[in-house]
């Protein structure tokens, strides 16, 4: 079972709690709603994860300058 399943049936749990205890009512539907976020939450990072990767820009390596050299903006850019 994944972690935003779990999470959800988290949730679900306290909702029928909140039901059978009315005197925790508020405080079980809060946490309810913050388990359902997580869940939420979790299930898109899950969907990301298993998607396949796109190259990023950032992994790309840097051009290598020395402190002396000064380069222009438009250079900056090309290399970069």
Known sequence: MS???TCR???EQMLADAQREPE???LLLRTAATWLELAK???RTEL???APSIASTASRRRP???E???IDGATFIARW
Do not use: D
């Open 9 to 11: 049936l988290l949730a």
């Open 68 to 70: 002396a050299e000064e």
């Open 48 to 50: 990301a994860n298993a």
């Open 64 to 66: 290598e300058t020395s």
């Open 41 to 43: 939450t979790l299930k």
């Open 24 to 26: 925790r009512n508020g």
């Open 3 to 5: 972690s935003s399943e």
